[in-house]
């Protein structure tokens, strides 16, 4: 086979692993690279609050972990890509809305701590993308379930810089909320996911920094594009 060839086919079937605490921009970017990359986007906090959802709708303690994990092996959570965005299914009833709710959002930062619920979810992520030719996102992407990733990102932003964005999210969504109390929450949800015993959110060996504070969304993608190009370009070992 031609290396051109070869390095095309390689381009193909890529898998990128992209990691950051909250409202570093991690999903509009991965989104957008999937795009650009013809790839399929797996957001993987949305399965996490998937179940987080079902979990509050039955009225679990989120400490009981034999039970989440149990709940875990029972519930259907489906991906489905959907034009520009992604559709989430639990037990074929569509979430989308539900599972971006505040209470849904605290709840998932903390029925992510368990490890044996985690467990399930890796395996489930790591079945999704078996193929290959995805960008997955979250918090142990190139940590723990695709620790041999073609390519990792640890993606970044300053704390008032990340209010602002949760900040102007709720706005456009219709809802009010202040500056302070958004960064209260996402520091307390950056400390639960920094600070678990479970695979904490902390940037993957080889993964690739970019801070997000200062740059526009199309640059940001324009680097991961340039770097994923230098990556297949490269030959073996030559990293
Ligand atoms: O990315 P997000 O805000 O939708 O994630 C919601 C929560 O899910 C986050 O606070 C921690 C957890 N999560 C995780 O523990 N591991 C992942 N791979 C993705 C999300």
């Given at each position: ?7 095309k086919?390689?381009a193909?079937?890529l ?9 570093a ?9 999937a ?7 797996i957001?993987?906090g949305a399965?996490?609050?998937a179940l ?8 679990l303690?989120?400490d009981?972990e034999?039970r989440l994990?149990?709940l ?7 991906l489905?890509p959907a ?9 074929g009833?569509?979430?989308g ?5 505040r209470?849904?959002e ?7 701590t368990?490890?044996?619920v985690?467990a399930?979810?890796?395996?489930h992520?790591?079945?999704?993308a078996?193929?290959g ?11 723990v ?7 990792k ?10 209010a602002?964005?949760?900040y ?6 219709g809802?009010?909320r ?19 015993r479970?695979?904490?959110l ?8 970019i ?5 526009p969304?199309?640059?940001v993608?324009d680097?991961m ?5 230098r ?7 030559d990293?």
């Amino acid at each position: 086979m031609k290396r051109d060839d070869q390095l095309k086919r390689t381009a193909d079937c890529l898998i990128i692993a992209i990691d950051g605490p909250v409202g570093a921009g991690k999903s509009t970017a991965a989104r957008l690279l999937a795009k650009r990359l013809g790839y399929r986007y797996i957001d993987s906090g949305a399965m996490y609050r998937a179940l987080s959802w079902k979990a509050l709708r039955a009225g679990l303690d989120l400490d009981d972990e034999p039970r989440l994990r149990q709940l875990a092996d029972e519930t259907s959570i489906v991906l489905e890509p959907a034009g520009d965005r992604e559709l989430i299914f639990v037990d074929g009833q569509d979430v989308g809305r539900q599972i971006r709710e505040r209470e849904v959002e605290q709840a998932t930062s903390r029925i992510s701590t368990h490890p044996s619920v985690r467990a399930v979810m890796v395996a489930h992520q790591r079945q999704i993308a078996a193929q290959g030719g995805v960008v997955m996102d979250g918090r142990d992407i190139g940590t723990v379930v695709f620790p041999d990733a073609d390519v990792k990102f640890y993606v970044t932003a300053r704390l008032e810089i990340r209010a602002q964005r949760r900040y102007l999210e709720a706005q456009a969504a219709g809802a009010t909320r202040k500056i302070d109390e958004l960064a209260e929450e996402i520091q307390l949800r950056d400390t639960r996911d920094m600070s678990r015993r479970a695979s904490p959110l902390r940037k993957a060996d080889g993964a690739v920094t970019i801070d997000t504070s200062d740059l526009p969304v199309s640059q940001v993608v324009d680097a991961m594009e340039a770097e994923i190009r230098r990556k297949i370009a490269a030959p073996e070992g030559d990293t």
